[in-house]
């Protein structure tokens, strides 16, 4: 029964759902202006390359 009413208490548990939102619409408008503004393109992919480092890094340790 304790089993349960962790998983029922996970499901309710929307502490990270805000950060998720807010990252993907910065996501949105990356992608946005890089299909507005090719020059900004190449940047735009330096930075999501180094997030993915870093956060692949964090994942490791």
């Known amino acids: 029964m304790q089993q349960f009413i962790l998983k029922l ?3 309710k548990d929307q502490k ?3 950060l998720i939102e807010y990252a993907l ?3 949105f ?3 946005a202006a ?3 503004m090719p020059g900004v ?3 735009i992919s330096t930075i999501f390359s180094k ?3 870093v956060m692949t890094a964090a ?3």
């Open 25 to 27: 619409m910065a996501g």
């Open 9 to 11: 208490q996970i499901w």
């Open 59 to 61: 994942a490791n340790t």
């Open 34 to 36: 890089g299909a507005i």
């Open 16 to 18: 990270g759902q805000d």
């Open 29 to 31: 408008v990356a992608v």
């Open 51 to 53: 997030v993915a480092s």
């Open 41 to 43: 393109a190449s940047s």
